[in-house]
Nanobody, 120 residues
């Protein structure tokens, strides 16, 4: 099982980006799928989270500008980011709680991270 994140890049302040993260492998089910970010010299922080049932949670700093969504049939989570700010420059990571087919346990998986750079 692995997570593959993509969609990062360079954008001007006020611009938009859409991140995607796909889970692949022998998967029985996926619970929460989340996005985190880590800026240089800072701790990793939760940006947005979504349960398998569709409930969402956002960091206060992104409410109203970021939208998390997922396609359960494709095992993919998205993060639409609008009105981006320079201080949101960071590596964005996806995270998912996955039960592999070969196991009855839930495991925490991380994607490799995708760089988002917002220029002023």
């Amino acid at each position: 099982v692995q997570l593959q994140a993509y969609g990062g890049g360079l954008v001007q302040a006020g611009g938009s980006l859409r991140l995607s993260c796909a889970a692949s492998g022998s998967i029985l089910s996926i619970d929460d799928m989340d996005w985190y970010r880590q800026a240089p010299g800072k701790q990793r922080e939760l940006v947005a989270a979504m349960t398998s049932g569709g409930s969402t949670n956002y960091a206060d700093s992104v409410k109203g500008r970021f939208t998390i969504s997922r396609d359960n049939a494709k095992n993919t989570v998205y993060l639409q980011m609008n009105s981006l700010k320079p201080e949101e420059t960071a590596v964005y990571y996806c995270n998912a709680e996955i039960i592999p087919r070969i196991s009855a346990r839930k495991y925490d998986y991380w994607g490799q991270g995708t760089q988002v750079t917002v220029s002023s």
